[in-house]
């Protein structure tokens, strides 16, 4: 097979056949039971010169192209053949060679035959994570998965698992494989999935191709289909509890985001098989196709990894949907399908240029998950209130749908309402509390949205702490304002300034502190001090006065509205100094940035576009600094508000998305432990001078993922955005490094981090 010529993408995926036999002789192997015999040319074992010249040239390559990462998966036939010693040697060779240059991800994929404590022993010292092939219950398991002798491994792999979720190897435990047959029960496989336990679980279509149709029984034209969704509605009804590769892509790629599978979607395959002689090969699945169908004649003695990455059959797999048949192009679920397994797409004559054999099932299967999962997501909110079950993998992919991130807010409120209970505990009853409840009872959405005001919360979580003056008063008075009906109440003056969040702010003579009253009759406002002139305000009309300010509302072209927020007293929390109230050439500043910004997070990076509508209420300015730095913030508890001094539009459209992720982050951990809270850890980090505790760093991952997935966007038309990219990516990965090394993470912050991990290396380099 000659290289072609030009460039190509890199290589960042290598299956290493360290062992090229199995103790198993399953029948639905793509190895042994292939048209493609090269096994039977091969040596057994990958000898150590060929480790060795294998881990250069992926060294070679991953930093020849800056490869921050690379995967290596040691496969084979069976890997654990090659018996504790000699993996040990394979592993120290592959750390040692590849570590320097690149993060380097072991894994391996076995039977799970031979896993006994020595080599968890090996495999933990050199941090491989083990992935084991089991069909289901022992029937199904056994149906295929049987020794030469024909006696079922159902017991020893279950051993083997059980091994695995030991607390001293529990770390190891990537996953199961399961091969689907159809003659097993759907819902018995995946309940015997479950029980052992696993992180995730990868189901494997069975082998076939156009010219060895699979096996489909009865008369359902979509057998794989029906068999699939039967899990997936199982799946759903239970709350997720694996995860499921096929599904998590289906979802992933529904939201137009990665697959993260080679089966579905439209990701780039940067994948090459390392045989034990040394050759490279395209993927193992392609055996089924025809004999010699993965040869590519070079090997790693005389060829680099770039001369393999030129091939067209590698370089073609790296071109997502534009590498598809016409028929593919051209179909509605392309996105999310993929045309399938490559392999699959096999028909003599016109080579893999086809839909997959299975396309009838996996059209059938794309749209029937995705009505499930909508019927699902909608079933949701009727369970009063509950926790939407795909909450945290939302988060973790950067996004956020409106209805999750509203949900979101919805337990913010909950928290600000909970907070107000106890200031009234504290204080006793008083006027204002009651006006509060009289107005809630004509009025709730007036006064949902004044407790929704971000900088309530921070307030209230001061004054339990003996801090800051009653807020109550402003509240009430705010609530009936915006309910239109007519009130009365005392309300405390900070320094000259009442304010009435999202209605306006009084500015009295400057120090007047203490009570003032706030009368309104229906349609004007009045706010009067024991000294000086009463402030008469009409808060239906925009225009200011000396003395009154109304909310500066700035409502874009699609109806979505925030708030300029430079009233109220309570935003003066954050790491650098808010600007007093704008003046008239600075709110129309303001005004066009945000619009501007706005239209650009929508054409640029309209994933993110949800979650900010859903919730951010307001932007608070910052002093400008006076070397020109870039200023933003966010305030723990005043979750929907972000502070900046005004950038550009464009610079501005990225601290929006940035400070964003903050608050989505920090109502998180609201409701969910992520980290051990004793855990006094800390890490140094890229992006600060200072080691950082272990929420600061969680912090700066999830808000940096966000920072490089904008820049990834624009880098394509704009150099600097390709290193700011390049920057923050990194940044990124190495704190989530960082992030690991500290133990501080718990199982479900651990998950959370590694979905945020696979977003990012999902994005080419
Ligand atoms: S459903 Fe069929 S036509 Fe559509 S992308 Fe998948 S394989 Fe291609």
Redesign the pocket.
């Known amino acids: 097979m000659p290289p072609a010529h030009g460039s190509a993408p890199p290589i960042g995926q290598y299956i290493l056949k360290v062992h090229g036999r199995c103790d198993l002789a399953c029948d639905h192997c793509y190895v042994f039971d292939s048209l493609d015999q090269s096994w039977r040319d091969k040596p057994r074992l990958m000898s150590p010169r060929v480790v060795h010249t294998a881990a250069r040239r992926v060294a070679e390559h991953a930093a020849a192209r800056g490869l921050p990462r690379v995967r290596v998966v040691l496969h084979g036939g069976e890997p654990l053949l090659v018996g504790a010693r000699r993996m040990r040697g394979a592993l120290t060779i592959l750390r040692s060679t590849i570590g320097p240059v690149a993060r380097l991800d072991l894994v391996m994929q076995t039977n799970g035959l031979r896993l006994d404590t020595a080599m968890c022993q090996v495999l933990k010292e050199f941090g491989v994570r083990v992935g084991v092939s089991l069909d289901g219950y022992r029937e199904a398991n056994d149906r295929h998965r049987r020794y030469a002798s024909g006696a079922g491994s159902f017991p020893q792999v279950q051993a083997a698992l059980a091994l695995l979720r030991t607390p001293d190897f529990r770390e190891l435990y990537a996953g199961i494989l399961c091969t689907i047959d159809l003659a097993n029960d759907p819902v018995r496989v995946y309940e015997a999935l479950l029980a052992e336990q696993p992180p995730r679980v990868d189901f494997l279509l069975p082998h076939a191709t156009w010219e060895h149709p699979p096996v489909r029984h009865g008369a359902d034209p979509t057998p794989y289909a029906t068999w699939l969704s039967a899990i997936h509605r199982r799946w759903l009804a239970d709350d997720r509890p694996i995860r499921i590769r096929m599904f998590e892509a289906l979802e992933s790629t529904g939201r137009g985001g990665p697959s993260g599978s080679e089966q579905l979607g439209a990701d780039a395959v940067d994948l090459v098989v390392i045989e034990t002689d040394g050759h490279y090969e395209q993927a193992d699945t392609i055996k089924t196709a025809f004999d010699g169908a993965p040869r590519t004649g070079l090997n790693v003695f005389r060829h680099r990894v770039d001369e393999v990455a030129a091939l067209d059959p590698v370089a073609g797999r790296q071109t997502g949907i534009d590498g598809?048949?016409p028929?593919?192009r051209s179909?509605?679920?392309?996105s999310q399908?993929?045309?399938?397994l490559y392999a699959h797409?096999y028909r003599p004559g016109s080579g893999f240029d086809n839909?997959?054999v299975?396309?009838?099932d996996?059209?059938v299967l794309?749209d029937r998950t995705n009505e499930e999962s909508r019927m699902h997501a909608e079933s949701k909110p009727d369970d009063s209130g509950a926790m939407p079950s795909t909450l945290i993998e939302q988060i973790a992919s950067g996004f956020g749908d409106e209805a999750t991130i509203g949900w979101l807010a919805e337990q913010e409120l909950a928290i600000t309402r909970a907070l107000l209970f106890a200031i009234v505990d504290q204080q006793g009853p008083s006027d204002a509390w009651d006006i509060l409840g009289t107005v809630e009872a004509k009025s709730p959405e007036a006064v949902r949205d004044v407790l929704g005001h971000p900088y309530v919360r921070p307030w209230a979580v001061d004054r339990l702490r003996g801090g800051g003056v009653c807020r109550l008063g402003a509240l009430a008075a705010a609530s009936a304002v915006r309910a239109g009906i007519a009130v009365e109440v005392g309300v405390e003056a900070v320094d000259g300034v009442v304010h009435l969040p999202h209605v306006g702010t009084a500015y009295l003579p400057p120090g007047t502190s203490g009570p003032v009253r706030v009368t309104f009759d229906g349609s004007e406002l009045v706010v009067t001090a024991d000294a000086g002139e009463p402030i008469v305000a009409d808060p239906s009309r925009p225009a200011p006065t000396r003395a009154w300010q109304p909310a500066r509302q700035v409502t874009f072209p699609d109806g979505w509205a925030v708030l300029i927020e430079d009233g109220d007293p309570l935003r003066a929390r954050h790491r650098w100094p808010v600007v007093d109230r704008l003046r008239d050439g600075e709110e129309q500043a303001w005004r066009s940035a945000l619009t501007e910004a706005w239209r650009l997070i929508r054409a640029e990076t309209p994933g993110y576009v949800p979650a900010l509508r859903g919730a951010l209420r307001t932007v608070v300015p910052l002093c400008a600094d006076e070397d020109g730095a870039q200023r933003a913030s966010t305030a723990r508890h005043a979750f929907g508000s972000v502070a900046a001094a005004l950038p550009g539009p464009a610079d501005l459209a990225v601290l929006l998305v940035h400070e964003f992720q903050h608050g989505k982050l920090g109502a998180l951990l609201d409701l969910c432990d992520l980290f051990d809270l004793d855990s006094d850890a800390s890490v140094k980090v890229p992006w600060r001078p200072d080691p950082r505790p272990v929420e600061g760093v969680l912090q700066g991952v999830y808000a940096h993922a966000a920072v490089a997935d904008v820049y990834r966007v624009r880098a394509g038309r704009d150099a600097s955005a390709g290193q700011q990219y390049t920057k923050y990516r990194q940044w990124t990965l190495d704190a989530i490094t960082g992030l690991r090394a500290t133990g501080g993470l718990t199982p479900l912050g651990t998950s959370f981090v590694d979905q945020v991990e696979a977003a990012v290396l999902s994005w080419e380099t």
Not at 331 to 334: G, H, K
């Open positions: 598809l048949s028929v593919c179909c509605p679920v392309v399908c993929g045309g399938g797409r839909p997959s299975y396309c009838a996996l059209r794309v």
